[in-house]
């Protein structure tokens, strides 16, 4: 079945960076675009950026520009978000989520989500 | 960026009452390109309604969307005890792709 499977949980300190992977199976990787959408305790969902796998292609929220990058490998099937210099307001489920390459699509498939905890 | 605003904050209700929930942009979206979401306590979120009114594969059809240009709306018309949910709206006409804050129904 269609299915996005993420990393573990993360620990890390203020400053630090963390990268996050997404592994898709059961459909072609290449065929569709990879988002990632962050949700601090208690809070609502927040786009943080999204990746083209096949080509590589990125564009990220203004208030992550400068300190989040992803990427793809289409040998594994997997997209990868890391995030730099963080703080404790990075503190959040990250999230993948597939959208179909239509120009306007919503989000159909989301990973489990991953734990990121920025503490000292 | 478009601003989406939903209300209620809380929607309480009993099982088999019909819920209403209303999501406002602070701009038109193009052509109804909306959607909802359900989220449970620890799980990720599920798409329900895309293009504003299409339910997404295996949604029951208690489940309704619609709406366009700036006003959207959720309709459950006989809540199932597995419907008390947090629900989001979404919409991906215009980039950044943009989030209301949720709205959850609860068990009264």
């Known amino acids: 079945q269609v299915q996005l499977v993420q990393s573990g949980a993360e620990v890390k300190k203020p400053g630090a960076s963390v990268t996050v992977s997404c592994k898709a199976s059961?459909?072609?990787?290449?065929?569709?675009?990879m988002h990632w959408v962050r949700q601090a305790p208690g809070q609502g969902l927040e786009w943080t950026g999204i990746?083209?796998?096949?080509?590589?292609?990125?564009s990220y929220a203004q208030k992550f520009q400068g300190r989040v990058t992803m990427t793809s490998d289409t040998s594994t099937s997997t997209v990868y978000m890391e995030m730099s210099n963080l703080t404790s307001e990075d503190t959040a489920v990250y999230y993948c989520?597939?959208?179909?390459?239509?120009?306007?699509?919503?989000?159909?498939?989301w990973g489990q989500g991953t734990m990121v905890t920025v503490s000292s | 960026e478009v601003v989406l605003t939903q209300s209620p904050g809380t929607l309480s209700l009993s099982p088999g009452e019909r819920a209403t929930l209303s999501c406002r942009a602070s701009?038109?979206?193009?052509?109804?390109?909306f959607a909802w979401y359900q989220q449970k306590p620890g799980q990720a979120p599920r798409l329900l309604i895309f293009?504003?009114?299409s339910r997404a594969t295996g949604i029951p059809d208690r489940f309704s969307g619609g709406g366009s240009g700036t006003d959207f709306t959720l309709t459950i018309s006989r809540l199932e005890p597995e419907d008390f949910a947090v629900y989001y709206c979404?919409?991906?006409?215009?980039?950044?792709?943009?989030f209301g804050q949720g709205t959850k129904v609860e068990i009264k």
């Open positions: 990746i083209n796998p096949s080509v590589g292609g990125t």
């Open positions: 701009q038109s979206v193009g052509s109804s390109y």
């Open positions: 989520a597939r959208q179909s390459q239509l120009l306007y699509d919503a989000f159909d498939i």
């Open positions: 059961g459909y072609t990787f290449t065929n569709y675009f």
């Open positions: 293009d504003a009114s």
């Open positions: 979404q919409q991906y006409g215009n980039s950044p792709w943009t």
